[in-house]
């Protein structure tokens, strides 16, 4: 039950815990904090299962809540009040899951659920496939469980709280930015009752501006995704995006979409017939794509005419937004801000003269906002720094473990304890051309390796992409690989120069610039750039700035620490197992570099 307290103690000193969930059935995550802080981390992590769907989440949740507490010295618990927050309304899904659920069989799995009394359309079978594999007792709830994960713990009390999913992902994106007011905009594929929502925060106040209750962007993205022969389950909509820039501009493809969304402000509507919609749309593209079709480019087209009908919507709202006059800066999350080309389009084309998206804007940075809502803006406890937040908040790369393993002398290694020498020396690896595993400190928080759990290179040869994917990640070729780039040569390398910390915008490389670093250039001459600042990441910049000295080149190529599939590496049992399975030629995990033969 939401909002109920067990064992409260009158004790006013007890050190305060706050613990987040991320429960919407698909990317589940935890989220603590206590005084300055702060972890959070995915549950897929933990298991290696991508996105961690919802049979597994209970109990590795508290699995990860356990490690987490140990890791931050504070299990067992004591002396403490806990607050348990979750960012999903459990008792609205099972009135959901037990009178409004209607699907029927039609192209592209197409199925209808009612939030409301009307008749809700969403185009495509997610909902329906969560909800058949729901687990029939509801009561057991991550939240639920905390008094029974806390009984054996002393003078503690348990407070059950419950943060709306789209305020949960708005106190991600504000509290997580440099902004103490601004404008807020969520779109994604829903909510418990919404699917877009904008918010103006001052004074430590979110003003509902607008709320949307029906047509979703987000699940019209999953539908394209679907059609296009990927699984939005996996959350392939990342596959859109990279094959957009192969295909070619067809206007009756776009004026499809175009025609089929009636904008009113901040508000829009997508005229939808199921009939009508798929006919239309199959004679346009000739079919849907099987997913066992190796022709992946005859739907390249429509992943084209899509991401630019999407890319414009975004603007459109963002633009409605700006043009409210509320604020200078935008605050922005929920599933759609993933899609990083449409990001880099928000700030050229709308009022807005700055922008924050988080290291985790989809449904697995709710806990970390969850739980930010609930300290900052229910409790009012205590002052949140306003400053870019660190997206290096999940667990610590276990070092001793790593010492346990190398000692049974199986593993060729060196250990570099001075860290520049360890910088110089790996930039001598990158630039002779060696693909390098690199994991340092503590884990990214959302999809993005940032650094600390990358697989980097040098991103000069033409051929090092491909390399890469086939090589390493063993994924399609038509997906980019991002750059991260040392702040200060951004606007030599790209038109338009913003800052983006978590690889969330993607933007235009100059074309003075696109030969020297073929690698990260994607084919229509865009990269996905992460900027570093020293004061961000202070050893990955010095590895970046080392192979600058080098080679004159103030960016390396980054990609995930994961083969295609699976989860980032998250143990260091993970990480070595990554490196002998693959063409890896390196793995650095903190002052040791392994190597192989
Ligand atoms: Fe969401």
Redesign the pocket.
Known sequence: MNGTTTSRSEDKTLRRIYIGHAN?FHDPSIAIIEGDQIFAEGIERHIQCKRAWENLRLWYSWRAVRKALNDLGLWPVKDADVVSVTSWDYDLLKEVVENRLVEFDGPGGVCMLSHHMEMEPIFNNQLAWILRSYPANFSDQPHELAPEMFQDSHNISIQIKMTN?HLA?AATAVYTSPFDECMVMII??Y?EWTTNSFYHFHDNRFDLIHQQGIHSLGLMYSSITEICGFSSLEGEEWKIMGLAAYGAFNNDIYQFFNERIVFDGLSFEIIYDPEIYFKTLMSLIGGMRHPDDPDVMKIADLAHCFQRFFEETVVKLAKAAGDLCLSKNLAYA??CALNSSANGKILENTNFERLHIPSAP??DG?SLGAAFYEKYAAQKDGNRSVAVMSPYLGSMIDIERLEKILSFKGIKYRHLSDENELCEEVAILLDAGNIVGWIQGRAEFGPRALGNRSIIADPRPADMKDRINSRVKFREDYRPLAPSILHEFGDEYFEGYQESPYMERTLNFRDAVKDKVPAVVHKNGTGRLQTVREEWNPRYYRLIHAFYEKTGIPLVLNTSYNVMGKPIAHSVEDAITVFFTTGLDYLVIGNYILMKG
């Open positions: 919407t999913h992902h994604d594929g909510g929920g599933g989809a449904d709710c």
